[in-house]
């Protein structure tokens, strides 16, 4: 039986300045934050987390939000220093907090080095200042650089996410835009197709006709130039959206597409603990409220039946170029091997140059990444 993989250690952070109006994530504006109650909270939620896998060697931490560095660092540096008590740090653990390119966040990043946080991720989204005005951005491309600048300087390691495909984009303009994002020499490059999500002002303003999203079949030919562009500079695609140096990979997010147990603490964090899916709940208020009750944020704590591990298993591996071993998904859910996948669907869409199949090892090709989703629905079998 082989060891388990390393725990990874996800903290959210559900407050932003604004609200961008692409976003879908769990994030709320509000005036006032009580710095010192959601440190209490959050240290709270994750002595309870703890509690059920202790024992566990622990591989990374991410402070995700939200915006996360509006966080005090104190309360970075009491929630690192508690998950060092709890938990076994693996050597060179990976901590990362996503921040924003503002300057009165950018003046904090040398104390949240100093809380150990030792990467940074860091949301540019564009290069240019009208697009930057489109996506909502509080800041300008002046005052991004500027963070950029301060935030190799307070840590070693850098990732800066792009949104692409944008409405009336065109290839030169993201040839030119890309290729200055990769001359700053970040080690990470996250970069996103522009989606249209439920329930945001872009859905909206889709729906009024007041906003056209880029074609497919454009937004697929910018997909081919962004690789062929961060391949030639030595920062390929290890994820459908993720670029980076060889060895510089996000080690947290690599723990949920190899489908590593994940604790999440805070408002509306997800988890999984062995074969239990767990969720907080979303509202901040409503997840102080369950704290204050119940000593943690756990709104449900589901069985994960074993082909539904399996399923999730083969969706989140298959994002990778490294794809998955079926023998491995097969021995850590005890679905039998040959359950797992369509034989027969497989061997289709490898005669068209979509999938490659090597004994136990199944990958996407890059032709096939343009067509994941649906590639999944036919593949998948469980």
């Known amino acids: 039986m082989t060891a388990p993989l390393p725990l990874a250690l996800y903290i959210h952070w559900p407050f932003c300045v604004s609200k961008c109006p692409y976003c879908d994530f769990n994030s709320h504006v509000r005036e006032h934050v009580d710095q010192a109650a959601w440190r209490a909270a959050l240290l709270a939620d994750l002595a309870h987390e703890a509690s059920l896998t202790e024992g566990r060697a622990l591989g990374s931490i991410f402070f995700g939000g939200g915006t996360p560095s509006l966080m005090d660092p104190a309360t970075a540096a009491a929630l690192i220093d508690a998950a060092a008590r709890y938990w076994t740090l693996e050597d060179g653990i990976e901590i990362t907090m996503e921040a924003n390119p503002n300057s009165a966040e950018a003046a904090r990043f040398a104390d949240v080095a100093h809380a150990g946080v030792n990467r940074l991720s860091l949301g540019l989204q564009a290069l240019d200042d009208t697009a930057l005005k489109f996506l909502g951005r509080a800041h300008d491309v002046r005052e991004g650089l500027a963070a950029l600048d301060a935030a190799q300087r307070a840590v070693n390691r850098v990732s800066i996410d792009l949104i692409y495909a944008r409405p009336d984009q065109d290839a030169d303009d993201w040839e030119a835009e890309l290729g200055r994002a990769l001359a700053f ?37 910018l997909y081919e130039l962004t690789h062929a562009m961060t391949s030639a500079a030595g920062r390929p695609a290890y994820e459908v959206s993720n670029h980076a140096a060889p060895g510089a990979e996000s080690r947290h997010n690599l723990a949920y597409w190899r489908y590593a147990d994940y604790a999440g603490i805070g408002p509306g964090a997800h988890g999984r603990r062995g074969a239990l899916a767990t969720t907080r709940h979303k509202k901040p208020e409503n997840w102080l409220a369950a704290m204050a009750r119940n000593g943690h944020g756990l709104q449900e704590e589901r069985p994960l039946p074993a082909e539904e591990r ?57 032709q096939g990444m343009l067509l994941l989703d649906g590639i999944l629905g036919e593949i998948v079998a469980v």
């Open 185 to 221: 020499g970040t080690e990470h490059l996250s970069l996103y197709q522009l989606t249209i999500e439920p329930g945001t002002r872009f859905e909206t303003d889709v729906r009024l006709g007041a906003m056209k999203p880029a074609d497919p079949d454009h937004a697929a030919t």
């Open 310 to 366: 399996a399923g999730e298993a083969l969706m989140m591996g298959l994002r990778l170029a490294e794809g998955i071993d079926l023998a491995d998904i097969a021995a850590r859910t005890g679905v039998v091997e040959d359950a797992l996948v369509d034989g027969a669907a497989v061997a289709r869409l490898a005669a068209h140059g979509l999938l490659n199949r090597g004994g136990k090892r199944l990958t996407v090709t890059a």
